[in-house]
């Protein structure tokens, strides 16, 4: 039986403070804005910062799916500030993260190298770099209890440092390649019913042998990844919520992320009657190997786990709710990047396809004022944002200067300081530059280019590169090269 929080054991933990500061008094450095942003009698606000990796925006009610159930997420967007163009800096995993935890641009990946010890080949797949401040230490040194609770298992590494100014946090065991569990554990056999191809069909065995040697013992619903990632953090927020000390806590949910294995209720939602070896996971390549109906698999698959998540979310969600917690708590949910289920020719994020299903994401703020709420922006907003904005609505001055902007005026239907009529997004030693009219893709020097004219093609299918090479010219040496100097 897994055990509870209990009021003694956060404090115990989480001390009486940080920074010499008091709990519950006001703070220096607390800017004029700050009273506007609490509500009558609030000592200060909570934040939490909801991330769910792999989520794609056109997966989610709130943005226009009308077959995937996400009822929470759209309960939430309909309290929200939500954000129509919102897009990663950079991708995947850790360089998204970092970016989150910042306000600090990940890309261009200068000086990057495979950290010591791992095999990781990933431009920008590094530690928070030990020069830059985490809004988490930030928070922390103005009297906050901090939390992080996440099963994203990259993080799990002490020295890509996600754990800085964390007076908890709670690392959840098991997910993907996990070193969890012994995988020598498994028979070759329980491989049997799983779809292997591509030319990475050697790494997706690796990752399911020990994917399925982490979950073996799974049998109740709440065994899977979100319902504990959602449930612990409940626990927290139950503790947290307790002597009159503002929170800031971090949930980090690694599901839609394949491998993809839905509780049986969440794929019925979706199921076509099937049969055949289940693609629960994919080499990031070409979808050529795949059939339709394998692609159509994989997708059903996925939108199982995604509603789960929506399903435990609302749960969590509930749970601020019912601690009343709501009239003093700015909810932050994102996601780091998307998927591509056959779209362009691609299954799961490749570099080249810098597509909308793997650069658009979900994006919303729920203020405790209900600034913002229902409506929408179409700024482009990015993950290098979140800190800036959150320490903007609190009224904190950035103790070291932040790349990201802060998207508060946008709750006042003002518009943020830092214009931006275009961006880049950096993966690995691809680059994408997007402003009203084109999308440029090219390798970081530029070359290997194409262009796509959204005024005409805003699905991104036909390539114009070759007719237009001022206009590629343009955007790479306008967007990416001024931003990769800035």
Same mark, same amino acid.
């Given at each position: 039986?897994?055990?509870?929080?209990?009021?003694?054991?956060?404090?115990?933990?989480?001390?009486?403070?940080?920074?010499?500061?008091?709990?519950?008094?006001?703070?220096?450095?607390?800017?004029?804005?700050?009273?506007?942003?609490?509500?009558?009698?609030?000592?200060?606000?909570?934040?939490?910062?909801?991330?769910?990796?792999?989520?794609?925006?056109?997966?989610?009610?709130?943005?226009?799916?009308?077959?995937?159930?996400?009822?929470?997420?759209?309960?939430?967007?309909?309290?929200?500030?939500?954000?129509?163009?919102?897009?990663?800096?950079?991708?995947?995993?850790?360089?998204?993260?970092?970016?989150?935890?910042?306000?600090?641009?990940?890309?261009?990946?200068?000086?990057?190298?495979?950290?010591?010890?791992?095999?990781?080949?990933?431009?920008?797949?590094?530690?928070?770099?030990?020069?830059?401040?985490?809004?988490?230490?930030?928070?922390?040194?103005?009297?906050?209890?901090?939390?992080?609770?996440?099963?994203?298992?990259?993080?799990?590494?002490?020295?890509?440092?996600?754990?800085?100014?964390?007076?908890?946090?709670?690392?959840?065991?098991?997910?993907?390649?996990?070193?969890?569990?012994?995988?020598?554990?498994?028979?070759?056999?329980?491989?049997?019913?799983?779809?292997?191809?591509?030319?990475?069909?050697?790494?997706?065995?690796?990752?399911?042998?020990?994917?399925?040697?982490?979950?073996?013992?799974?049998?109740?619903?709440?065994?899977?990844?979100?319902?504990?990632?959602?449930?612990?953090?409940?626990?927290?927020?139950?503790?947290?919520?307790?002597?009159?000390?503002?929170?800031?806590?971090?949930?980090?949910?690694?599901?839609?992320?394949?491998?993809?294995?839905?509780?049986?209720?969440?794929?019925?939602?979706?199921?076509?009657?099937?049969?055949?070896?289940?693609?629960?996971?994919?080499?990031?390549?070409?979808?050529?190997?795949?059939?339709?109906?394998?692609?159509?698999?994989? /997708?059903?698959?996925?939108?199982?786990?995604?509603?789960?998540?929506?399903?435990?979310?609302?749960?969590?969600?509930?749970?601020?709710?019912?601690?009343?917690?709501?009239?003093?708590?700015?909810?932050?949910?994102?996601?780091?990047?998307?998927?591509?289920?056959?779209?362009?020719?691609?299954?799961?994020?490749?570099?080249?396809?810098?597509?909308?299903?793997?650069?658009?994401?979900?994006?919303?703020?729920?203020?405790?004022?209900?600034?913002?709420?229902?409506?929408?922006?179409?700024?482009?907003?990015?993950?290098?944002?979140?800190?800036?904005?959150?320490?903007?609505?609190?009224?904190?001055?950035?103790?070291?200067?932040?790349?990201?902007?802060?998207?508060?005026?946008?709750?006042?239907?003002? /518009?943020?300081?830092?214009?931006?009529?275009?961006?880049?997004?950096?993966?690995?030693?691809?680059?994408?530059?997007?402003?009203?009219?084109?999308?440029?893709?090219?390798?970081?020097?530029?070359?290997?280019?194409?262009?796509?004219?959204?005024?005409?093609?805003?699905?991104?299918?036909?390539?114009?590169?070759?007719?237009?090479?001022?206009?590629?010219?343009?955007?790479?040496?306008?967007?990416?090269?001024?931003?990769?100097?800035?």
């Amino acid at each position: 039986m897994r055990h509870e929080i209990t009021r003694g054991d956060f404090l115990k933990v989480a001390g009486t403070g940080a920074a010499g500061l008091a709990l519950l008094g006001g703070s220096s450095a607390m800017g004029s804005r700050y009273n506007d942003y609490l509500p009558i009698g609030g000592s200060r606000m909570n934040v939490i910062v909801v991330i769910i990796d792999s989520l794609r925006k056109d997966h989610v009610g709130a943005y226009g799916n009308d077959w995937i159930h996400t009822p929470n997420l759209d309960a939430l967007a309909k309290d929200s500030l939500r954000f129509e163009r919102a897009h990663p800096e950079s991708i995947p995993t850790i360089p998204a993260r970092r970016a989150i935890h910042t306000g600090i641009r990940s890309w261009p990946f200068q000086k990057w190298a495979t950290p010591p010890g791992q095999s990781w080949v990933l431009f920008g797949w590094e530690p928070i770099p030990k020069d830059q401040m985490t809004l988490a230490e930030i928070l922390q040194g103005q009297g906050y209890r901090t939390m992080l609770v996440t099963d994203t298992w990259h993080q799990f590494a002490p020295f890509f440092d996600f754990h800085r100014g964390f007076n908890l946090f709670e690392f959840i065991r098991g997910q993907e390649k996990d070193a969890y569990k012994p995988d020598w554990t498994v028979p070759d056999n329980a491989l049997d019913n799983i779809l292997f191809g591509g030319d990475k069909a050697w790494h997706m065995r690796d990752i399911m042998r020990q994917y399925i040697a982490n979950t073996a013992s799974n049998v109740i619903e709440e065994d899977w990844f979100s319902p504990q990632v959602f449930s612990r953090a409940g626990e927290y927020l139950e503790a947290a919520s307790e002597g009159g000390q503002p929170f800031f806590m971090v949930v980090d949910n690694y599901d839609p992320h394949e491998p993809w294995h839905p509780h049986s209720e969440y794929l019925a939602l979706y199921d076509d009657g099937y049969s055949g070896p289940e693609p629960r996971t994919s080499p990031n390549s070409d979808s050529g190997w795949l059939s339709e109906q394998q692609l159509k698999r994989m /997708q059903a698959l996925y939108s199982g786990e995604t509603t789960m998540a929506d399903k435990w979310l609302g749960g969590f969600l509930k749970k601020v709710d019912d601690l009343k917690l709501r009239d003093d708590t700015m909810v932050v949910l994102l996601s780091d990047h998307g998927f591509a289920f056959g779209e362009h020719g691609f299954a799961g994020k490749v570099p080249y396809a810098l597509y909308p299903e793997l650069t658009d994401i979900v994006f919303m703020v729920r203020h405790p004022k209900g600034k913002g709420a229902g409506k929408s922006s179409d700024y482009y907003a990015s993950t290098h944002d979140v800190a800036p904005t959150i320490l903007g609505s609190l009224g904190i001055e950035q103790p070291q200067p932040m790349e990201g902007a802060d998207l508060t005026p946008l709750l006042d239907g003002k /518009q943020p300081d830092q214009v931006r009529e275009h961006f880049t997004i950096g993966y690995h030693d691809h680059v994408s530059a997007r402003d009203g009219d084109y999308v440029m893709v090219s390798l970081g020097n530029g070359r290997d280019a194409r262009l796509h004219d959204l005024r005409k093609d805003p699905h991104m299918q036909e390539d114009i590169a070759s007719k237009h090479p001022e206009i590629v010219r343009r955007m790479y040496n306008d967007y990416v090269r001024q931003h990769a100097s800035a």
